[in-house]
T-cell receptor, first 115, second 116 residues
């Protein structure tokens, strides 16, 4: 089954404790992206990756890191989480954007709470 | 800074009504405009629009883009309770100093509620 998986689905952590949210897709998609969703603010893009080893900032990259060492995986790293990073996070993937591929498939979301 | 504004922010209608959702944008290096539907889970893709004046249709949903006036509309005819969702508009462009068109800016969304 074609899907985007995220782990964990729910996480409660404390300020400053490094964490990684994993994202994996099995559709051989070139493009992957991370978003956060907050009430009243809609979806905001954190980082995106056009392909392996190619990443770029979205609108809200501060406090986050990403890497794309393999095509299927795009982990999101919070080196020192703070309470303002409490949010619902989505990972998404699609075929190459250059070919107009914005039909993104979204993962189920990770609800993160930082206390 | 890229900006996408949707209106109205919320809308309540009855089954059978027709609704029009609006999306206006200010984006440098525009590539395309996208519509997504989000129920109580992850967003799902509806349409991608790249050319002005060409209507995209899928069943009771249709959308059109005006690149001169920088807006798009999403129409839903004969609404059903299953259309109740948040409708998200996003614009794809190029990040500042970037060379690729992977940057997506979303609007706040329109919450549509359809009563029986």
């Amino acid at each position: 089954e074609a899907q985007v998986t995220q782990n964990p689905r729910y996480l409660i952590t404390v300020t400053g404790k490094k964490l990684t949210v994993t994202c994996s897709q099995n559709m051989n998609h070139e493009y992957m992206s991370w978003y956060r969703q907050d009430p009243g603010l809609g979806l905001r893009q954190i980082y995106y990756s056009m392909n392996v080893e190619v990443t770029d900032k979205g609108d809200v990259p501060e406090g986050y890191k990403v890497s794309r060492k393999e095509k299927r995986n795009f982990p999101l790293i919070l080196e020192s989480p703070s309470p303002n990073q409490t949010s619902l996070y989505f990972c998404a993937s699609s075929f190459a954007v250059g070919q107009g591929g914005y039909e993104q498939y979204f993962g189920p979301g990770t609800r993160l709470t930082v206390t | 800074e890229d900006k996408v504004v949707q209106s109205p922010l919320s809308l309540v209608v009855h089954e059978g009504d027709t609704v029009t959702l609006n999306c206006s944008y200010e984006v440098t290096n525009f590539r395309s405009l996208l519509w997504y539907k989000q129920e109580k889970k992850a967003p799902t893709f509806l349409f991608m629009l790249t050319s002005s004046g060409i209507e995209k249709k899928s069943g009771r949903l249709s959308s059109i883009l005006d690149k001169k006036e920088l807006f798009s509309i999403l129409n839903i005819t004969a609404t059903q309770t299953g259309d109740s969702a948040v409708y998200l508009c996003a614009v794809a462009g190029r990040s500042a100093g970037g060379t690729s068109y992977g940057k997506l800016t979303f609007g706040q969304g329109t919450i549509l509620t359809v009563h029986p």
